[in-house]
């Protein structure tokens, strides 16, 4: 939208070379204020996308890290974004909620008292970024993500990747070993509405009457998505834990709600989703199966030729 040039992509990690061809790249560690600080100024920053974050499952098993990473690195975006008078977009996550807030059609506004890290660290980031708003006039904006689905990464360590996870092993291997229940419901998107989500929160013109939105797009279980994968792959199986022995990630489920209302997202700037969970499953099919394909085309194309007497 406002051309490669005047976005400045950053990570820990060196970028591959194709993406470093795309635009400006810089290293940048969310702990480091310095550092960050020298980025702002040097490339005269006016929004800050904030998605540095360790997700719910490995944030369970790293504790002390997940508190520094989510709560610090987001504390030092806020207070740039006060002192340089910055756009801050920082996404939440349905794992802010917890096992006392509704179940279903969850409102933006509700009881919230997450039992994970994870949730913990995005509900300080929900009232601290609500508060340098209110105290400060920070333009501070974060949608609560459900599951985002896409074809283009590996799972990330979230406990909705099960949904990710399922159409690869559907593809290579026809059956898939679930950590949660059949029957676990939890709301998901594909990532090109939650791109187009984001966009339109993010570049929404006039103050938001809140700062914190739900945004989803469809709820399902994992049975109810196996079923819709048999559809194309008749023979694709499924399994599940032992009930008497459950995954740690299906206490984090089960925390979590089971569909959202993001009604006043889309009162309030537009939100509309375009993939429900068919036009979703066919999609990652597509995608997956092209991967595999390509992947059987390069292995062929470096073999070498058979020698023959």
């Known amino acids: 939208m406002y051309g490669n040039e005047n976005i400045v992509a950053s990570d820990v990690r060196k970028a591959p070379e194709g ?73 939440s996550t349905i794992g802010a909620f917890g096992p006392s807030t509704p179940k279903d059609d969850t409102p933006d506004l509700t009881i919230m008292r997450p039992n994970t890290i994870y949730g913990i660290t995005k509900l300080h980031m929900e009232l601290l970024g609500e508060y340098y708003r209110e105290k400060f006039g920070v333009d501070f904006r974060s949608a609560r993500y459900p599951g985002v689905l896409s074809a283009d990464t590996p799972p990330g360590g979230g406990t909705t990747d099960y949904a990710v996870d399922i159409f690869h092993h559907a593809v290579r291997h026809g059956r898939y070993d679930c950590f949660l229940s059949k029957d676990t419901r939890l709301p998901m998107m594909y990532l090109s509405d939650c791109i187009k989500g984001t966009v339109d929160h993010l570049t929404h013109p006039t103050p938001l009457p809140q700062s914190v939105y739900n945004i989803a797009a469809v709820s399902f279980t994992p049975e109810e998505l196996a079923s819709e994968i048999r559809k194309h792959l008749p023979h694709f199986t499924i399994s599940y834990p032992d009930p008497a022995r459950p995954d740690f990630r299906q206490a984090i489920a089960d925390s979590w709600p089971a569909s959202l209302d993001d009604s006043m997202a889309r009162r309030d700037f537009g939100w509309r989703e375009e993939f429900g969970l068919e036009k979703m499953v066919k999609v990652m099919l597509a995608k997956i199966q092209a991967q595999v394909d390509s992947e059987k085309k390069n292995m062929v194309s470096n073999t070498p030729a058979a020698m023959t007497a």
């Open 19 to 91: 993406f470093m061809a795309n635009g400006p790249f810089v290293y940048a560690d969310v702990m480091n204020y310095p550092m960050l600080e020298r980025i702002v100024v040097d490339w005269r920053i006016d929004w800050i996308v904030h998605y540095s974050a360790l997700l719910s499952a490995v944030a369970e098993k790293n504790p002390a890290l997940a508190l520094s990473v989510n709560m610090t690195g987001f504390q030092n975006v806020l207070e740039l974004a006060k002192i340089h008078r910055l756009r801050l977009y920082s996404p």
